[in-house]
């Protein structure tokens, strides 16, 4: 029950106190549950991200989901969910009320201005992180440059850049090609 709780109360923390949507929400889950807790690998994270991204709703909610489920399965998935979207439900129903009133009061907008500011350079810096440990190779930094520059000027559905990335990945390690090329650096 220990962990039940500890799942719902950090999920409620990062979605009650990160504004941007799932990605913005990178920098506070691999501090608390790559960092601090240990409960998975910067590795595993991107991993949620990507197969969040490709499933229905929201990514960070799924990545909660993953998450809970590898902690405690089903029970672990519903409490890590449960506090992931019960902070924004009371905020959003809140704010709801009274935004009619709000929404054009300059000093308003100048804060969003500034919070959105703060999670470009957030999200820039997780994504630092995570290169750091994804571009091992030359085969994953053509991925990447390939899926950026194409994703950049076209409207494809992330879930063909992911999909195709991830056949690549083992079309390239089936046939040998990586492995070789591996091989060769030890």
Known sequence: MKILLQLFLIFARIGGFTFGGGYAMLPMLQKELVENKKWTTNEELIDYYAIGQCTPGVIAVNVATFIGFK???????????????????????????????????EPVQWAFSGIR?????????????????????????????????????????????????????????????????????K
Request: net charge positive.
């Open 71 to 105: 902690k405690k399965g089903v029970l672990g998935a519903i409490f890590a969910t449960l506090g992931m979207v019960t902070p924004s439900l009371i905020i959003v129903g809140s704010i709801a009320m009274f935004i009619s009133g709000f929404q054009d009061y």
């Open 117 to 185: 500011a703060a999670v470009v350079a957030l999200i820039l810096s997780s994504m630092w992180k995570i290169a750091k440990k994804s571009l091992v190779d030359i085969f994953a930094i053509a991925i990447f440059l390939v899926v950026a520059l194409v994703s950049f000027f076209t409207d494809l559905s992330p879930v063909i850049f992911v999909v195709s990335a991830g056949l690549l990945g083992l079309v390239l390690n089936l046939t040998g090609i990586r492995k070789a090329k591996e091989e060769k650096k």
